[in-house]
């Protein structure tokens, strides 16, 4: 099946601090979706991506489309404490019906 | 309030003894699906339905069973736990029968423990 490379796997930063996260696959992708999940949590929903070269903007968050399709950046800027948590990209694609795949996730921890 | 609900959000069991994780939705949403999260290894899908009666495996299905009678409720069955099914378990749902904008709402989870 498709598979997602999410990178870094854990970032360390400090407050104020922007951050950038990605994820690439072989495959393509129809839709790219970026999740956030706080200690304790269930993941929510960040952004959503529909269209290969769409930049998506949430608040101090950005994420983008790649244009081939295959890739998918998120970025955060002047990180603060409450952004600690665990990152996942996800890409859908059509196989039959709508699929969907997570990356491994990006640990994020915030020294104040 | 608009929400997943699951349960228990914490259990330590021995192997072999059955056991049920329960999650109920408020949101009238026809898809629902399960998941394991494990280190390094994200979110992977174990069962999903697209509606009543509807339901088909996801990536890592072995030694897990799913019924949906009901709309709101997707229970997950483990007949005979493993301690490789040492993990947290997150249901979602989605509006749609098939989440065709990717938007799952999901669950707090549920630590489940295999000793």
């Known amino acids: 099946g498709q598979q997602l490379n999410q990178s870094p796997q854990s970032m360390f930063i400090q407050e104020g601090e922007d951050v950038s996260m990605n994820c690439t696959s072989s495959s393509i992708f129809n839709t790219w979706l970026w999740y956030k999940q706080d200690p304790g949590e269930g993941p929510v929903l960040l952004i959503a991506l529909y269209k290969a070269g769409e930049l998506t903007s949430n608040g101090r968050l950005t994420a983008q489309f790649g244009i081939t399709r295959k890739d998918s950046f998120l970025n955060i800027s002047a990180s603060i404490p409450s952004d600690v948590g665990i990152y996942f990209c996800?890409?859908?694609?059509?196989?039959?019906?709508?699929?969907?795949?997570f990356g491994q996730g990006t640990r994020l921890t915030i020294n104040p | 309030e608009a929400q997943v609900t699951q349960n228990p959000r914490y259990l330590i069991t021995v192997t072999g003894k059955k056991l049920t994780v329960t999650c109920s939705q408020n949101m009238n949403h026809e898809y629902m699906s399960w998941y394991r999260q494990d280190p390094g290894l994200g979110l992977r899908q174990i069962y999903y339905?697209?509606?009543?009666?509807?339901?088909d495996k996801g990536d890592v299905p072995e030694g897990y069973k799913v019924s949906r009678k009901e709309k709101r409720n997707f229970p997950l069955i483990l007949e005979s736990p493993s301690p490789n099914q040492t993990s947290l378990y997150f249901c979602a749902s989605s509006l749609r029968r098939t989440p065709d904008t990717g938007e799952l709402f999901f669950g707090e989870g549920s630590r489940l423990t295999v000793l």
């Open positions: 339905s697209m509606n009543v009666e509807v339901t």
């Open positions: 996800a890409g859908q694609w059509y196989q039959g019906a709508q699929k969907l795949v």
